[in-house]
């Protein structure tokens, strides 16, 4: 079901746009708590990661708390106080935004990764000699004083060395300038196409637009906290969610079994199903269309079966790529359906992107509700900033022409079909099939791309590698939510920057002084060992055993785009054709191997429902599932309250 929202009668002409001082305001204010309260959440509370998903639970949980308590309380203080639906939509949009960008997001990976080479370097691996020296000076903080005592912890007395740390972020502040801006030039390019002509349904978005549905002029809360099939769904989430964290504090309690393994052998071999129950993302996918929840979780099955039969054959291309869907072979393969998955939405849209460059450079006007989110200057703009400041940047830094090009395509490509899963499939978590750093080996060889591009290559493992989290899908979704404003007002490139760069040095500032403070390698046992070692190690193995481009990835790079074509060719051109080319994609990664069992129960749940029930029935069950998104999000809000409040660590609600 797509994304609607209903006119709003009741809103003021005053606040139609949206962009008022006043949501600004309490947006940044809202910024504040996710740069500041999501790094401590994650780093020393250490229980469930509120910005760990697309949706992050913390962002909707703030926004419950605005939205149901602090509106509310104010309007009955002064009238005039009632923001309207706009302006709570502006809010979110600040909130979502910069969720993207601290812990999993960005900074809690880019700060291990500046480090961990000089950190973790030992006579044994030579990291200081191969891979240290390698990394220039202005990237990285050098000095063992500023390295060492942000892991290990200052002695007491001592000053956090700041000045060790400001022209690295200088530096890298300039890369992820460019960074953004690209990303921000890519969604904007596609998502008019997106959201006007395909009419992808933005899963993840209906539960925020509902929670703020006609809300202004008199009405000072939703219809949506009055509907008892919402918060029939709410109590079985809360309850649950809630049980699992009390279980932490009382240890007699029998553990409810969501989070159980089938284990089934197969020669030598053996395949490990998770079978993981989560509420979040059955409710997610219960709003997709149905073709395209089976293959999500039938893809993801047949691969897991698939890469061990190609181990047991002998053609699974030797030891798993970091990150990697399964193999080598499955990774390339799905990487391959990747590639076509974008090409082939470029192709589709050529005409309206056309259009967007012609219009840009030719300064031809733009009706006002044919814009969008940014006109199309801004968004040429962004592309040629973005592209040139990353492509400099990366030579700069010891990567050459041809490296790069590879890199960035490989990345993008990564970025918009993982936005695609986000948008389209409902797929609230990402990891790419074949991390853009083995693809540009892959295609080049390590040996062309030389030692200087490798520790290079190492340091953007800090934005896409294990990415779980990353910006496109957030802008694609406030895109979505700006396009739904009445008038289509300007300013939501504004309020995007605004919103990550405040974040951004909030997050930045708190992750450096809790690791001065507490000692970065007891916050979080991943993101400041396994996350830096797991970095460099890829460029350890290639500097050490250097090869050549590899035939057999690439063969299998191309078997998988020709299985996408077919794939894609077949669902356009046969109606009742079952299976869904994004599903081949996106289906064999980590996240939805995880979660293929959830996505089967939302499957099934809405073929029972459409089938016994109808379109009535079906409505019915889109309440209830809001209502199992809020309870769940809302339960790991108040118990990581309760966790800070008391001191304790590690008490993990939510399953991903």
Not at 162 to 189: C, E, K, N, R, S
Not at 305 to 319: H, S
Not at 501 to 530: D, K, M, P, Q, R
């Amino acid at each position: 079901m797509a994304l609607e929202m209903r006119p709003d009668t009741t809103e003021t002409t005053a606040h139609k746009g949206g962009i008022t001082a006043r949501a600004v305001t309490l947006g940044l204010i809202g910024v504040a708590v996710v740069g500041l309260g999501f790094p401590y959440a994650n780093l020393v509370i250490q229980g469930t990661r509120p910005a760990n998903t697309a949706l992050g639970f913390g962002v909707v949980f703030i926004f419950l708390v605005l939205v149901a308590i602090v509106g509310p309380v104010a309007s009955l203080i002064r009238r005039r106080a009632i923001l309207s639906q706009a302006e709570w939509i502006v809010v979110f949009i600040m909130l979502l935004v910069s969720s993207a960008v601290p812990t999993w997001g960005l900074i809690g990976q880019l700060l291990p990764i500046m480090t961990g080479a000089q950190y973790y370097a030992t006579p044994s691996n030579r990291w200081a000699e191969d891979i240290v020296t390698q990394l220039p000076d202005w990237a990285v903080p050098k000095d063992p004083y500023v390295v060492d005592n942000f892991y290990e912890g200052l002695p007491r007395g001592d000053a956090i060395p700041w000045d060790g740390w400001v022209v690295p972020l200088l530096a890298w502040a300039v890369f992820i300038a460019g960074l953004y801006a690209a990303t921000l030039g890519v969604t904007l390019l596609f998502s008019k196409h997106w959201t006007d002509h395909e009419r992808l349904v933005y899963p993840l978005m209906r539960l925020p637009i509902e929670m703020v549905r006609g809300v202004g002029g008199k009405r000072i809360i939703s219809d949506l906290f009055a509907n008892k099939l919402m918060w029939l769904g709410f109590i079985v989430a809360f309850a649950v969610s809630s049980y699992i964290g009390l279980c932490y504090y009382a240890k007699m309690l029998p553990l409810l079994p969501l989070r159980t393994t089938m284990n089934i052998p197969i020669q030598s071999e053996s395949i490990y199903f998770r079978l993981w129950i989560n509420p979040s993302v059955i409710a997610f996918t219960y709003m997709i269309h149905t073709d395209l929840a089976f293959s999500l979780w039938f893809f993801s099955v047949f691969t897991q079966f698939q890469n061990p039969l190609m181990r047991i054959w002998g053609i699974g291309l030797g030891a798993r790529e970091v990150y990697g869907a399964g193999t080598p072979a499955i990774s390339a393969q799905t990487m391959g359906a990747m590639i076509v998955l974008v090409v082939y939405g470029f192709y589709t849209a050529r005409r309206p992107l056309a259009e967007i460059f012609s219009k840009a450079f030719s300064g031809a006007p733009v009706a006002k509700d044919e814009e969008g989110a940014a006109s199309p200057q801004i968004i040429v703009g962004c592309l040629i900033f973005g592209f040139v400041i990353m492509g400099g940047w990366l030579y700069l830094a010891g990567m050459n022409v041809a490296s790069i090009i590879v890199f960035l395509f490989g990345a993008f490509v990564t970025f918009i079909a993982l936005t695609r899963a986000t948008i389209q499939g409902g797929v609230p978590v990402s990891r790419a099939a074949l991390v853009p750093q083995s693809f540009a080996a892959t295609i080049l060889g390590s040996r062309y791309i030389g030692p200087a591009g490798l520790a290079t290559l190492s340091m953007t493992f800090s934005w896409v590698a294990d990415i779980r989290v990353f910006m496109m899908p957030f802008i694609a979704h406030a895109a979505k939510l700006w396009s739904e404003i009445r008038g289509r007002p300007r300013g939501f490139v504004s309020i995007v920057v605004l919103s990550i760069v405040v974040c951004a040095i909030l997050a930045t500032g708190i992750t450096i002084y809790e690791g001065y403070n507490e000692g970065a390698v007891w916050l979080s046992s991943w993101l400041f060992s396994g996350c830096p070692k797991q970095a460099y190690m890829f460029a350890e193995n290639h500097i050490h055993n250097p090869q050549g481009p590899s035939p057999g990835k690439m063969l299998f790079l191309g078997i998988g785009a020709a299985i996408m074509w077919g794939l894609t060719l077949l669902h356009y051109q046969l109606p009742r054709w079952p299976l869904h080319p994004l599903g081949f994609a996106v289906g064999p990664t980590t996240p939805c191997q995880d979660l293929w069992f959830s996505i089967f129960l939302g499957w099934l749940t809405k073929l029972l429902v459409l089938h016994l029930g109808g379109y009535g029935a079906f409505r019915i069950g889109i309440m209830i599932f809001l209502g199992m998104i809020l309870g769940q999000f809302t339960a790991c809000g108040v118990w990581a309250m309760i966790d800070g409040f008391i001191g304790t660590t590690d008490n993990m609600i939510y399953v991903y």
